[in-house]
């Protein structure tokens, strides 16, 4: 049995939920989210909660429905609270600038990169190279975080590259400290 799925989820002040079949439509102040879920979940909504309960005993429908609750409950943060990601730029010259959705990196290669942000998300850079994502779907944000960071992962030498704000790179000792220590 679902530990997280039998948690029910409370819903704050100012959110509407719309259910229709297997359609959710969670509103906030922040903006809206919708979502299908699977047919092996129901979802109930009574007195300032959501309630989500599984059709079924299998291990996968019991697996869905766990996940189900922890999607909904995001999409309830989401729409409250939003969600926000922080990368940093390391490395000499490497510079980040955006300009309305384009985000322009300069991370060593011989021309700039352009970086489109999706619908819904924002990206503000900081005087330290510090880039904070910031949007209501959970999944968008992790997303986009992910594909900026692939554009010049950080490498285990100097560590120059983008990584997350709280990632600890493993740091390689080169070839000259390999001489020394032989």
Same mark, same amino acid.
């Given at each position: 049995? &679902?530990?997280?799925?039998?948690? !029910?989820?409370?819903?704050?002040? #100012?959110?509407?939920?719309?259910?229709?079949?297997?359609?959710?439509?969670?509103?906030?102040?922040?903006?809206?989210?919708? %979502? @299908?879920?699977?047919?092996? *979940?129901? *979802?109930?909504?009574?007195? #300032?909660?959501?309630? =989500?309960?599984?059709?079924?005993?299998?291990? %996968? $429908?019991?697996?869905?429905? #766990?996940?189900?609750?922890?999607?909904?409950?995001?999409m309830v943060?989401? /729409?409250?609270?939003?969600?926000?990601?922080?990368?940093? =730029?390391?490395?000499v010259g490497?510079?980040?600038?955006? &300009?309305?959705?384009?985000?322009?990196? &300069? /991370? #060593?290669? &011989?021309?700039? =990169?352009?970086?489109?942000? !999706?619908?819904?998300?924002?990206? @503000?850079?900081?005087?330290?190279? $510090?880039?904070?994502?910031?949007?209501?779907?959970?999944?968008? =944000?992790?997303?986009?975080?992910?594909?900026? %960071?692939? *554009?010049?992962?950080?490498?285990?030498?100097?560590?120059?590259?983008?990584?997350?704000?709280?990632?600890?790179? /493993?740091?390689k000792v080169?070839?000259?400290?390999? +001489?020394?220590? +032989?």
């Amino acid at each position: 049995m &679902s530990r997280i799925g039998k948690e !029910p989820i409370p819903l704050p002040g #100012g959110v509407k939920v719309e259910l229709k079949g297997t359609h959710i439509k969670v509103t906030g102040a922040k903006g809206a989210l919708e %979502r @299908d879920f699977r047919p092996e *979940i129901g *979802i109930t909504q009574d007195d #300032g909660k959501l309630v =989500v309960e599984a059709k079924g005993n299998s291990k %996968r $429908v019991l697996a869905f429905w #766990g996940m189900t609750r922890t999607l909904i409950n995001n999409m309830v943060i989401g /729409v409250t609270n939003g969600f926000d990601k922080k990368l940093i =730029v390391e490395g000499v010259g490497y510079r980040v600038k955006v &300009s309305g959705t384009t985000l322009t990196l &300069s /991370v #060593g290669y &011989s021309n700039p =990169v352009d970086f489109t942000l !999706p619908d819904g998300i924002k990206a @503000d850079v900081d005087k330290d190279n $510090v880039i904070t994502i910031t949007g209501i779907d959970k999944e968008l =944000v992790g997303q986009t975080a992910a594909r900026i %960071r692939d *554009i010049r992962k950080p490498e285990p030498y100097k560590g120059k590259g983008i990584r997350y704000f709280d990632e600890h790179i /493993v740091r390689k000792v080169g070839k000259a400290g390999a +001489a020394a220590a +032989a």
